[in-house]
């Protein structure tokens, strides 16, 4: 089964802490991608990151990280230094051939980050 | 500009009543899907086309119709629409699918009365 998990449903912070969104997933496929998406409370879904399943490197953009680890399936976003404007709903999602076409998403973690 | 449009925006309609969704992508992108956005649902795959005339049901397709006849445009179609689709609707273009980036438009909410 193609799966992914997202466990946190509602985060709340307050600005400067960092936060980490969970990402759990489940493939049988080798070869997959990971992605994170962000919806902000206007509601268009914005791309973050994409990463494929043979590059297991962690990945810094600006406040932004990325902790990739096959060996527990999960794909861990980490924001830095929280601020207001981080305050959205995010999406990890998993692309896979077995999986056909279709992006699954998980549940998505709202991020509410205070001033 | 690379963009998904959709229209409309907004749409409130009553049980029964037809209606379509638009979709155009202007990035000649041969892969385009519709999803619905539900509260603690996330997002589900309602259809997706691999490429023009060629179209296949997602994981929540009943009630909802498409056509490709065009690379460009992927409208949805609700013949008759029930209350339970009532929901924020997204159209989403990628260059060929599998692990492909996707584009998504900026969603239309549904409500059905």
């Known amino acids: 089964a193609q799966k992914v998990t997202q466990a946190q449903t509602e985060i709340s912070v307050v600005e400067k802490e960092d936060v980490t969104l969970d990402c759990v997933y489940e493939?049988?496929?080798?070869?997959?991608?990971l992605f994170w998406y962000k919806q902000p409370p206007s509601g268009e879904l914005v791309f973050l990151i994409r990463r494929n399943s043979f590059d297991e490197q962690n990945e810094i953009s600006g406040r932004y990280s990325w902790n990739f680890q096959k060996s527990t399936s999960s794909f861990n976003f980490t924001i830095t230094a929280s601020q207001v404007v981080d305050s959205a709903v995010y999406f990890c999602?998993?692309?896979?051939?077995?999986?056909?076409?279709?992006?699954?998403f998980g549940k998505g973690t709202t991020l509410s980050v205070s001033s | 500009e690379a963009q998904v449009t959709q229209n409309p925006r907004y749409l409130i309609t009553v049980t029964g009543k037809k209606l379509t969704v638009t979709c155009s992508q202007n990035m000649n992108h041969e892969y385009m899907s519709w999803y619905r956005q539900d509260p603690g649902l996330g997002l589900r795959q309602i259809y997706y086309?691999?490429?023009?005339?060629?179209?296949d049901k997602g994981d929540v397709p009943e009630g909802y119709k498409v056509s490709r006849k065009e690379k460009r445009n992927f409208p949805l179609i609700l013949e008759s629409p029930s209350p339970n689709q009532t929901s924020l609707y997204f159209c989403a273009s990628s260059k060929q699918g599998v692990g492909e980036k996707l584009f998504f438009g900026s969603g239309t909410q549904l409500s059905v009365l």
């Open positions: 086309s691999m490429n023009v005339e060629v179209t």
């Open positions: 493939t049988r496929d080798t070869t997959y991608y």
């Open positions: 999602a998993l692309s896979s051939y077995r999986a056909g076409t279709a992006l699954i």
